[in-house]
């Protein structure tokens, strides 16, 4: 009798188990999980935008990018009916010939604003036709946030008789470059250390989300970056991190609260 009940074991071990994927990421879903999704309420997709860009001598040049996914993530999960989108990597940058602002540095890239906000465009009108009601921008870097805005703005009055509606949220943006960086200085670090780009806020925002993007042996004031980053701790970054997504599930809960 032990033969039959051991190949019944090896038969119920190595059949199939059929899941739900337990993500907020649209990627990770077959095109039907996705459809069942919307129709059980997830109708907001969230879009994040990041950008790849030189982030002084110790941070990775895709800070942007890995930043915006992980706390479009934890925002998704908050807001309970959300889903998130791939991250657009490419932004307008500065320019080529000859090159400004972060082009300057090795491995920055850059778009036209128009390609940038074609995408943008074409993004959402993709999601409109997938189902979402609400499209939600969020930016990490601070060159397209009026991009955003102009393009939800467009759609909108395209769209206006129409249940869909498409949010440049300017509150995620706001809450790391300004609140955070007030909340630091509230606490008595000093302003120029502080900074606006791979200082201490920067990159502690960073160490918080991923600690791989920094080189913690190279934490320096200048190759790029404005502040001093050498007191930044996960720990801070962690501030950061709640009020970025405690103001922005708040923003976007009142955008989306349809009359």
Known sequence: MAKPFLCLCFLLLGSPVAHAADTVFLEELTWTELRDQIRAGKTTVIVPIGGTE??????ALGKHNLRVRYLSEKIARTLGNALVAPVIAYVPEGALAPPT??????????????AFDKILEYGARSF??????????????GSYQKDEKAVADRLNKEWAAQPIRVHGVEEYYRA????????????GYRQDEVGTHAGLADTSLTLAVDPHLVRTDRLQSGDGAN???????????????????TRTVDAIRKATSHP
Do not use: C
């Not at 030189?54 to 941070?59: I, L, P, T």
């Not at 409109?128 to 870097?141: E, N, S, Y």
């Not at 502040?227 to 930044?232: I, L, N, T």
């Open 176 to 187: 790391s470059e300004s609140e955070f960086g007030r909340l630091l200085t509230s606490k």
């Open 54 to 59: 030189q982030n002084g001598s110790h941070m």
């Open 101 to 114: 602002a972060h082009m300057r540095f090795p491995g920055t890239i850059t778009v036209p604003e128009e």
């Open 128 to 141: 409109k036709l997938a189902g979402f009601h609400d499209i939600v921008f969020l930016g990490d870097h």
């Open 227 to 245: 502040g001093d980053p050498r007191r930044s701790s996960a720990e801070l970054g962690q501030l950061g991190v709640d009020l970025i997504v």
